[in-house]
């Protein structure tokens, strides 16, 4: 059978059919009927469609980029199709096709026997709970939501009311992602100094270098200092591998590792808390592109001084209301759980366990 006499319908079928957008783009390049097929009325359906197989569930992405403050983030709402949407939800999409291919190295971080892939059906639910998290950052972690109004009942039941729209395997699902997020800034983003020492004993067996934690706090980076910090972190991200922690624990005349660490146990679990608010997309961003604390630090103020998150309500000047004022994700969750007669901590061993979350093993 000859394709070219296939009927239209039937080819924009099989272009509704496709798994991504890469291969939309490629058929409709196939020929100038097939490119005519494609730029028909359709076309913002085939790559609603494609988009959907690639980075699914859209519907989600949607909640996500349509949210303002000027609406309760747990209200359905819906779009006309445009090429803006598209855009959209591919950015959003493929940031959370990142997640799905970092969530292995984290989920099975001791249990290397057990690390796998991914299916694609895994994968589909950490996107999924990426977007959901996503939102819950972009709606809650704002200026209007300060450390004096977390506990006051009205917002507390309006941050129980996005959590309500999920099953408690879908909040499962979000805690397990949660986790992965949390694991990376507390060790790749933000390390405690117990880690840096670990990690510095470990480069450096043989140095006797005496790590000095915090001098930063009392002695700001002389300019040189920092010039030379920026230039080195040029070089090592341009170098082949383990650059990060090559720079962060190289000693050296204007670099101390100590000064890398986020503080002990206690102050630590705080950074973490405080961090824990950037969105899935800002938390990527720190992992992928900041090697030194200073500029963690440096990227955090910026947004924070701005607006935390690319969706949701702006809101004015003010970084230090990002601090001390930790994320509202788990003390939700743990509301609504007890509402559904679960606890958090039996809830998280679920997951530990792979009876619940994204992986399950029966
Ligand atoms: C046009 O698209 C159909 C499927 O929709 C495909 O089978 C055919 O090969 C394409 N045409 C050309 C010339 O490649
Ligand atoms: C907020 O979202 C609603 C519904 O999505 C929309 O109608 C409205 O125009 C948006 N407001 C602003 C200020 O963007
Ligand atoms: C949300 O709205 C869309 C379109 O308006 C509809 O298809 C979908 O079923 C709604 N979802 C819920 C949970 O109400
Ligand atoms: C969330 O739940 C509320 C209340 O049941 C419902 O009105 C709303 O449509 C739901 N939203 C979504 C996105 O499913
Ligand atoms: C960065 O390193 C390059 C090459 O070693 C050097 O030429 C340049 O002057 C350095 N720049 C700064 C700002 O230190």
Known sequence: ???????????????????????????????HRNHSIFHSSQRLLILHEAADAQYGPVSDIIQLVTHNSSQPAHINRSVAASDALIRQILHVGRIAQRWADIYPSKKWKTMYADRRLLTANERFLVR?????????????????????TRRVPGIIAERAALLHNYSTPELAEMLDVHTVLRDTVANNICPSNG??????????????????????LNYPPTP???????????????????????????PSRFHEPGAEGWGDEVSHY????????LDPEQVLWLKERCSLKSEVEAYVRERADGYIGAYGSGYE??????????????????????????????????????????????
Not at 131 to 140: D, G, K, P, T
Not at 270 to 277: H, L, N
Request: hydrophobic share 40%.
């Open 1 to 31: 059978m000859y394709f070219e006499t296939l009927p239209t319908e039937i080819i924009t079928d099989i272009f509704l059919s496709l798994p991504d957008i890469v291969s939309v783009l490629s058929l409709s390049a196939t020929s």
């Open 128 to 148: 999924r709970a990426i977007y959901r998290l996503w939102l819950f950052s972009a709606a809650f972690h704002t200026r209007a939501h300060s450390r004096t």
């Open 195 to 216: 880690k840096i020492r670990q990690k510095f004993r470990k480069r450096y067996p043989e140095s006797n270098h005496q790590l000095l934690f915090n001098i930063h």
């Open 224 to 250: 040189s200092a920092h010039l030379y910090a920026q230039n080195e972190s040029w070089y090592h991200q341009h170098a082949s591998s383990g650059s990060k922690a090559y720079t962060r624990l190289q």
């Open 270 to 277: 705080y950074v973490v808390e405080d961090m824990m608010k």
């Open 317 to 362: 000047s003010g970084a230090s209301e990002f601090f001390n004022n930790g994320e509202t994700f788990s003390e939700t969750l743990a509301f609504v759980l007890r509402q559904r007669g679960s606890e958090l901590e039996a809830f998280k061993s679920s997951i530990e366990d792979c009876d619940a979350g994204i992986v399950v093993v029966d």
